[in-house]
């Protein structure tokens, strides 16, 4: 199968295709993690984005039905240096490919996504489209589609999470109320893991609907776009906030500086990995975290104190409001994929709605 | 994540001088990494105004110049030598782990019997106790329990009964490894009680304990490594992880590696890393550490296999893999700084962060099985293996293949299969080809060795590749050429492939436009910008590498560490590097050995990780355009391409291509000598069987016999007459018009000598005339060496000096020269020119204290040198060596004109005693401290000395017992029985430990399995020492005798003057 990837200054590579044959559109962005493809393309944070990955080497051990973040891939697309058309894991079910043309998801391999990852790093990020057929591509017209596709203006949170209330974890002891704006199955299994009964809702709940759950904490998830554009949520968010304990992560942490007054910025490609050190401003502590978003805080609210910071680019990483129990990430402390070294905040959060 | 807080004594008290134990002598097992990250940390050290102490016996180690340590001891690393230093330098804190297991054994030493305390001396970063914790088995074991890790069953045991018992209650296999060796040395996987009682017996004699560890064999499942680094607060990550291909039942530093790992989901993947983390927290590492984990590919359960509290060769290849420089890092860690504040060289941004590569790597490792072609090729838990590649690629399977070939070795084009698959040897990676060439299926392949599948596919892919070119044959179209670069195929494997001629398959690529590109290596995957340029080859879209500005200077690497061609030659690289830049140019490096220096990434200006053949470096060259290219220092790598790069039109600097030729060709050599009128032992040259036997019957015996163009004399021999002669031309070589055979007549008792000059075309700098210890005869890569000369007689001299001016003139010598000699009878006899670095050139920089390497390659940049010899010394120089027999069991130790030691020490002294005992004691021969029992056993020509050894013998203590050929006219000297008549005989004798010593010189061309050979394997298993030539043993017992009483004199190398 033959594929084709165009960016929106021009750039055209071709590779070949795997997966679905399909047209998809998208902002591309790159992961640096080095294993965990398949929670990344089923993390409903890459919404509305054409993934790629850092690592030239992919689908090695296969997809396997235990690891996936949500049911279905949020990325339209997938870009990879070499993709595996074997596969070798106890766990696994199917390869990458049979994967992605069961989700009707295009992937192209075979071009050098070395030289994508510099062109995103010094230009920023930028629509792309990708194409994968059997048939002849037309390259012009897919730079013609370009025109149409503006990430930033889309909604994904209403698509991206439960369209209607469900259960998780049922009859565990702590009741934790989560507004899912795209939330990762990661953290419903780091809350039931810790006896929590996790009542997922859908991101447009009013106020009164996450209430009439009377959970002893609120969650707020990760999720994709740009968080500014969230109103409605915005809203909501800050009628619950002072009632319970609030714990968000990602778009979650940036919905509540939105919420509370604060702001934030878009940054120009992302922090994406599994690898970035967030310092711990009162403990002086370093942890290395999983990352996945392109927008940051930049104004912290008032009577929010900043907690965590990035190493690297200083970019904020953590808030918290000890007046009105709120804390927030910007990371995804229940990794998947990623390191382990953040689930303390879990016990921190089942600790404080348990008191 | 469990949070330590920082201990309280750190960092309180002010760190103002620091001893750093080095690793000694490169050995199997312990090669050149720890001169790769001794130097770094020692430059870490230093930085903070910190004064550094060292102690390495190792002379071919940048850490021993006096640019990176303040106060440099050359002197045998024993915990009395560090002692005797720490009392004169009085250190505030010891450096433990960067010295391998030599550096952190000594360390522990000095702790256990109570010096640091005495003196006042801290653990700089991980302490005595948290060593402890991860090398005792016990400690570990319990450590272990507490945390719910799972480990293999094991137990420590002192005796075969217990052994036995333990073994049979977890079934068999089991491994079984010596406490505290190195590389797993005597260690093995036995499957019965049998095998069981028979690798016991040695392990427990080889343990400095008595103890050895009794382990479940988690035979065949996957073994993975993890990188770790940790600070006092608590901070750690993980720098990269690494996967096995080889899986569990052959030892990490015999398998091929991947890094990172391919065959981990990220569940897998972190699982392993809280593991790791957990382990380094518990054990309280504060630096670097290595763990090692098994895991089982069919229900994913693991356990922990080994930790190594210190910086090690995993550790090194991590470094040049992820780049990162852990040792730099984990010096900082133990100064006290926290990770997040220390900088990462290579992005500028903070080393608190976990590399993402964006590539492959492979490290195969280089076994000496070409150097011991008697030596069992089975590789398992005990390492074989000199050192290591490493290649880099956007694919595994051109990071394999830039790997393979990156060995220099030549690829069997015959395999049998079923004798390498399992057990595994060296060549079993070329078997796996040969069976899916021939059909077998990737399953069946995995039944047999229990490879990962994935790894097997990629093979099988590189196979179906492989039938492709040949199907097209001179027809090669672009995308499948395209491909086949992409997997890593060079042009010459694709000319074989495709029937074409390098050259056209050369052609036909660039017209396609396929041309390779250059990508950064920069520990995050593109994601922010890198300030330190080190390169690898692919074919993508775009290079990285664009030209750089400025005088360009090519230095060809000496790739990885074999016999004959070790850590001497990364020393005249790197040190060539260094000299680029002080002239004001820029350096580019070319290398693919993991552990070496000159693979730093800031050693040079640029640093190209690429295998060292014509087209790898030719495309590095084109690239750069640089000025020119240096090709004498790299050992026979670089100087092997020299004529190919020349015809490509290439500048080579220094010495042209022309006079490496005259030197090597014996004809035209021959012709040079007379004309200078230097003379030659009588020599010919055949190129078959019977011209042989006349050339050596005119020159008469015993001759010396040798392939052309070698490397460190490989299948050299001395043979005694017709019969060795035929047996030699059949067997031990090919033979014919173009692959001649070189007699030299064999001159009995001479004194050999060597030079290392350094010539700018007019001026010729003699750096000092080497004497050799043994007889001419010895490989002089294995001949303990002492500089000035003993022997050598003024007129000689003088003699030897003008030969070396007048071949440096007639040759156009420009850089470095090494000239052997052999004088006898008061003529100087020419034996050889080599119009490149040779293996003594460090040992000779440190002995004059002139780094002759860096003066020749200024003059090889034009600069003028001095002429003549270099000025008298106050001191003695001697070079001893040590040899790999212990991990080679099986191959006979006797030596002879090929070569078979894998590294060198150095003693200094005022007298050559002090010297020569020095260098003996830092190679592990120490004969005074053990049993008072010499077993002698001497050739017929030997025998002349017997009355003054075994006088000098009784003086020193020693009760004789020999062969009877040998003492039987000894006064006092028991006679034993020879082996199969009779017991005790000497093998007895040795396994019951009661010979302290054995001085064995072995007939010369005999063969092996000879009662010599049984004696000499009996020794080397006891951990006996045996001493094959009566010269060296005779200067050794002199030496001791002269220095009866008198304490080592321990000195700084500044101490001596020129």
New interface residues.
Partial sequence: MKAVLALKDGTI?HGIGFGAEAVMAGELV?N?????Y??ALTDPSYGGQILLM????IG??GI?A??NESSKIHASGFVV??M?P??????AEKSLHEFLAEKGIPGIHG?????L??KI?SKGVMPAIIAASKNGIDTDSLLGKMGEFDYSGVDFVAKAGVEKPEVFGRGGKHKVAMLDLGMKMGIVRELVKRDCEVHALPAYSSAEEVEAIEADGIMLSNGPGDPAILEEVHKTVRRLIGAKPVFGVCLGHQVIAHAMGGSTYKLK?GHR?????V?DIE??????TTQNHGFAVDKVPEGFELTKIN??DKSVEGMKCENKDVVCVQYHPE???????ST?LFDEFVARIGK | ?E?GEKKENAGKKKIRKALVIGSGPIVIGQSAEFDYSGTQACRALREEGIEVVLINSNPATIQTDSEIADRIYIEPITAEVAEKIIEKEKPDALLATVGGQTGLNTSMELYRKGVLKKHNVVFLGTDAEAIDAAESREEFNNLMRKLGIGILPGKVVKKAGEAVEFANQIGYPVIIRPSFTLGGTGGGTVYNDAGLKKVLEGALRLSATGEALVEKSALGWGEFEYEVVRDS???A??ICNMENMDPMGIHTGESIVAV????????D??KL??AALNIVHAIGIEGSCNVQFSMN????EFTVIEVNPRLSRSSALASKAAGYPIARVATKIALGH???EIRNAITG??A?????????VTKIPRWPFDKFPKTPREIGTQMKSTGEVMAIG???QESLNKAIRSLEIRTPSRIDVDKHLYPATDLRVFALFEALRQGRSVAELHEITKI???FL?RIREMVELEGEIRTASGALGKGLLRRAKRFGYSDSQIARLSGLSENAARKLRKGYGILPTY?IVDS??????AITPYFYSTY???N?ASKMEGKKIVVIGAGPIRIGQGIEFDYCCSHAAFAIREMGCKSIMINNNPETVSTDFDSSDRLYFEPLTFEDVLNVIENEDPYGVIVQLGGQTSINLAGKLAEAGVNILGTSVDSIDAAEDRDRFRELARKVGIAQPENGIAMDEEVAVMVASRIGYPVVVRPSYVIAGRAMEIVNNEEELRRYVREAVEVSEKKPILIDRYLDNAIECEVDAASDGKNVFISGIMEHIEPAGVHSGDANIVVPSLRISPAEKEKIIEYTKKLGDALGVVGLMNIQYVVKGGVVYILEVNPRASRTVPFVSKAIGVPIAKLAVKAMCGEKLPAGLSSEMDHYAVKSIVFPFLKLLGTDIKLGPEMRSTGETMGIGKSFEMAYYKALLAAGIRVEKGEKTAFLSLRDEDKGIVPELSALLKKLGFSIYGTMGTVGNVEGAVSIAKIGRGHPNVVDMIESGKIGLVINSPRRGGQAHTDGFKMREASIRGGIPCITNVNTAFELLKAIDTLREKELDIREVGEYSN
């Fill in positions: 590579l790159f640096t993690s080095m294993c965990g398949q929670e850092t690592y030239p080497l090695n051990y396997n235990v690891d240096r070499e595996s074997d596969y070798s894991h106890r766990q071009l050098d996504t070395r030289f990852v510099k790093r490609f990995g599994c690898n970035h050190a310092l403990s002086g502590k370093v942890a290395i190493a690297n990794a998947s994929p990623g390191p382990h070294d303390y | 994540m949070t607060y608590g901070n990550a993980i990172p790992s391919q065959t981990l989901s990220d569940v993947h972190q890393r809280d590919q069919e229900t994913g926290s990770l997040h941004t903070s608190a962060f976990e590399p993402a590569l964006d590539y492959v956007r694919t595994f990962n599948v994935w596919e990508k995050c995957a593109g994601e922010f910008e993508e879209e775009e990285e």
